[in-house]
């Protein structure tokens, strides 16, 4: 299972990069655009450097709750789509293989460390 995990955090790091040293690249896959050198440099940092760390960090630490902050980071980031698609009527193609893609990568970064869930299932639901 921790192989799905290193694939979650690996993906992140590659969309990390392409922010960083292709932000043109990051605007195009985002359907985004810039109107002034403050937004080319929100790319690079938001799209860069924040994606890299967040999936950087979880590989160093090691532990599942480096995991699981990133894993439900991205499943809040699927969730707060879902809402701006019902409540913006943004009923896009795009918009739901977003969600499709950013909810797997939380699944993903989720699915280590069963004995957690196992704990977590037993203290909280039985």
């Known amino acids: ?16 990069l392409m922010g960083l040293i292709f932000p043109k690249k990051a605007a195009d896959f985002t359907n985004l655009s810039w109107k002034s050198p403050e937004g080319f440099s929100e790319f690079r940092s938001t799209f860069g450097g924040l994606f890299i760390i967040l ?7 090691g532990t599942y709750h480096s995991y699981f902050t990133i894993g439900f980071a991205w499943l809040a980031t699927g969730f707060g789509r879902v809402i701006s698609i019902f409540l913006d009527g943004c009923f896009t193609k795009k918009n739901w293989i977003a969600v499709t893609f950013e909810m797997s990568i939380g699944i993903a970064m989720l699915s280590g460390h069963p004995e957690v869930w196992q704990r977590w299932w037993n203290q909280w639901i039985r």
């Open 1 to 16: 299972m921790e192989f799905i995990q290193y694939l979650g955090a690996g993906v992140t790091i590659t969309l990390g």
């Open 55 to 61: 999936g950087t960090y979880p590989l160093i630490d």
